[in-house]
């Protein structure tokens, strides 16, 4: 069985772009993965299909309603046999990561919920057993763009998505690699005084390998020098 992938959203015309080109195109024409929206509107209370209202006790925007969300996951829910993994997009979640998207990619069901506006009204959360899982730390106007994200990262983990068998693996912060990928060099070998480093072109695979992890510390220590504290951090707990 493929992983199927619900998105949740208010505006499924942003989606039709990004999954409906390059390599996320090929994944789902492969059916490595079956990534389906689900419209909220038609989830909408009311003539007039409402999906947000104003928050109790005042405040600021508009909230998703619960009786809207809850309806739209349930019914993703029942078209998939596996259970699902639910997650929303929100400035308040887990800081999503590689580490997290080679978690996710061993789930069968994912329903991703693009928050909107200021986003859901807490009872959709806890009926839902939904995770809150942030991009970073900054504010978008829309979680559209943050599920749009995390579905890429996790689908170009499946196996066959990649052109390589083991390209996944030695992408930066990778959880074989930890670090950053190290510079990378294709043709012509002189560009405008600058030459491809030598041992790249040597031959010798052990020189390469060696050239590469140096070079992968080299950058991670001048610009995440917080990934190698980490991976310190990490084997001390191993003893």
Do not use: C
């Amino acid at each position: 069985m493929s992983l199927v992938i619900h998105v949740v959203t208010l505006f499924p015309e942003m989606f039709s772009g990004v999954f409906g080109a390059s390599m996320l195109k090929r994944a789902r024409q492969s059916g490595r993965v079956d990534i389906r929206l689900v419209p909220l509107r038609p989830f909408g209370v009311g003539p007039h299909r409402q999906t947000d209202d104003y928050p109790f006790g005042g405040g600021v925007g508009m909230l998703l309603r619960a009786d809207v969300v809850v309806p739209a996951v349930e019914w993703a829910m029942t078209h998939v046999k596996a259970p699902a993994r639910v997650l929303v997009t929100s400035p308040q979640g887990r800081r999503f990561d590689q580490r997290m998207a080679e978690e996710l990619a061993h789930e069968q069901h994912l329903v991703v919920i693009a928050g909107h506006y200021e986003g859901l009204d807490e009872r959709a959360r806890l009926l839902l057993g939904a995770e809150e899982v942030s991009i970073g730390d900054f504010v978008l106007t829309g979680g559209e763009l943050p599920a749009m994200v995390m579905v890429d990262a996790v689908a170009r983990l499946l196996p066959g998505v990649l052109g390589a068998a083991d390209g996944a693996r030695s992408d930066s912060f990778s959880r074989d690699q930890g670090w950053l990928e190290g510079p990378q060099y294709t043709r012509p070998e002189q560009y405008r005084g600058l030459a491809v480093p030598e041992v790249l072109l040597s031959g010798n695979h052990q020189a390469i390998r060696e050239y590469q992890e140096e070079m992968a510390r080299r950058w991670t220590q001048e610009r995440r020098p917080d990934l190698l504290a980490n991976e310190r951090r990490d084997t001390d707990g191993l003893h």
